[in-house]
DNA sequence: GTGAAAGCGCTAACAA
DNA sequence: TTGTTAGCGCTTTCAC
């Protein structure tokens, strides 16, 4: 197994061919500008010979890898499912590969892996990146980047319209009767998660709605479980979490404590990832364009990589939208401890 | 952004520290082999000038890049999420970084992907791969290659003990009364998906169970929902699909048209996936041991790499375990469409 | 259209 | 311990 008999090189291809090495780069780098028969036998050399390129070698001396790198908050979180899929996808049109690597919500690891990564690849997308914006700024200016789901001033950005999202989740809660609102938060490190929290802050008080706060969890089903018993003990009627993650496990500890969802506390979620749909209750959410996200990206990381003129604002802001599922109802009429019933204010 | 002022490289340093570039490359390759006054002044002016090792230039040389690939068949399968942070975890202890390439269940993806990952890695890691025997091979031949949920002649395999697992799935239907039951197959490129079938097919019988099957569904929950017309045309009292995803999205289907599960139709899995545990009713698997058999599939990629001996057995089996939750119940008493009561088989 | 030759940034002998 | 000198496999002038 793998005993390293070499692979064969343009020289090994040349020989065989009866051409020069250059012929055989050019055969395989620009064909058209090789003659017909010189092209016909280097590709039937190669083909004996079972000679690939070596992308690495190639890119040494062109800088072209056929690759861009996607580095992902989290991989197994289902909320880069369809970033993933919408790079993959637009990479696919242009002749790219996806190589992707995984933050594991450490800014450490997301470093190391950058740093890996980025000399193999012709640009790189980084999907809720935990780094700071001096650190993206300064791959920036290595090589290509597009950043996903933030805004760093001076690097070319992808964000969702937070604002009406909240906007409109805050107009579904108030319809249903509630008052007041508890934000979950998600991870201080999260661009994402001040954002949420701020567009709460601002647009609470025009929908009539209290807002709270209960300080960062870890962005995961677990995460969302823990924070259940803080959830039970502030008892709101509505819960806005950080992300549908968190809001899953938070609907299951809530659960497990003998809580209803939606009866005693709605719960929304952000992103509508793979699992919001089937989880229990079926939970509403607020869902961004995930796939448009990751091809959107690509697209602007492409113009990029050509260096072909790019919109004058930096920032491409896609829309938002709330999912309504069973996750959210109207405000009880009694509060978990018993209280007296209250009918709805005028 | 990135307007290419090339990075510095070891000769800019060199001069900068007035010493060679070997020196240069010394200091970083292999600190140690250099003298104390000369590796000070090689970092200071490293440091003065934001110099940064390029790996690619360096692997073209050693071969060495830090990094070892993990092609996936499917990013978006929850089932590659331990092994993802099974092989992660095993590298980081060893240094390494995992960089991650998705297959999205197409052979021919399968194959670009490699093609572009391969020269920038150390050694990878096929997990689930969808490519022959042959194609793994030629791969095994040119880097080192760990294969993973499958057994490829000739090359270093990490599989988990599927007929234990079949086992005692069957043993759980068995006990509950039932006495047929039906596979759900996968994808027919799927080795697991072969496997399984094959240990269904042996073990059936000896467990009293006659064995149906329903033919080829895309592994993921869509094609669950797609396949529950055929399971309710069939209407057998329990269902083995072939992995988890498949079955999450058959109790759904099966859900929507009103036939209840497990109290109709008993649903077993494979995997123990994210999920699993949350989705209604959660389902009763056979799970794998995800996380060691990435850990276990770095651990003896790094023996290849570092061509250290080998065990003789070149296929590593790790065991499996049914956990029983919520979508199996004793066998029903009726039938679908309205049967006579039939009492259990003495 | 094709070949010769000079790099790309780094590592690895080989001397010194 | 250091510097010198070949490469690594490929691309890219620049002549022919």
């Known amino acids: 197994m793998s005993d390293a008999p070499r692979p064969p090189t343009i020289y090994d291809v040349a020989r065989l061919a009866g051409v020069a090495p250059s012929t055989v780069s050019r055969a395989f780098s620009r064909p058209g500008r090789v003659g017909a028969e010189s092209a016909a036998r280097v590709h039937a050399a190669a083909a004996e010979l079972g000679y690939r390129v070596n ?45 992707l690597a995984d933050a594991q919500e450490s800014e450490q690891i997301e470093r190391t ?41 001076g690097v070319r950005c992808v964000t969702a319209d937070t604002e009406a999202g909240v906007g409109s989740a805050l107009a579904h809660l108030r319809d249903l009767g ?13 661009w994402a998660d001040g954002r949420r929290w701020r567009a709460l ?10 807002v709270g ?14 924070a259940a018993e803080e959830v039970r003990r502030q008892d709101p009627t509505a819960v806005l979490a950080y992300n549908d ?9 809530l659960g497990e404590a003998g809580c209803r969802v939606p009866e005693q506390i709605s719960v929304i979620g952000f992103d509508n990832i793979f699992g919001a749909d089937f989880c229990t209750p079926p939970l509403t959410t607020v869902a961004a364009p995930l796939r448009a996200f990751g091809s959107e990206a690509f697209l602007e990381l492409h113009r990029l990589i050509r260096r072909e003129s790019l919109r004058p604002d930096p920032v491409l802001t896609l829309p938002t939208q709330l999912i309504v599922r069973a996750s959210t109802a109207p405000r009880r009429q009694h509060t978990a401890t018993g209280g007296r019933p209250r009918g709805p204010e005028a």
């Open 178 to 190: 509630h008052r007041a609102v508890t934000y979950l938060a998600g991870p201080p490190a999260s």
């Open 201 to 210: 802050m601002d647009l609470g008080p025009r929908f009539g709605l209290k």
């Open 213 to 226: 706060r209960i300080g960062s969890s870890v962005p995961t089903v677990s995460g969302g479980l823990a």
């Open 113 to 153: 892996a950058l740093e890996r990564l980025l000399p193999g690849v012709e640009g790189v997308v980084l999907a809720s990146s935990r780094s700071s914006d001096r650190a993206v700024r300064t791959v920036a200016k290595q090589r290509p980047v597009v950043v996903l789901n933030r805004i760093v001033p």
């Open 245 to 253: 993650l968190l809001a899953i496990g938070l609907m299951r500890g």
């Open 55 to 99: 992308p690495l070698a190639r890119s040494t001396q062109s800088g072209r890898t056929g690759t861009v790198g996607l580095i992902v908050s989290d991989v197994t979180n289902p909320v880069h499912f369809g970033v993933i899929r919408g790079v993959e996808e637009a990479a696919a049109d242009a002749g790219y590969t996806l190589l």
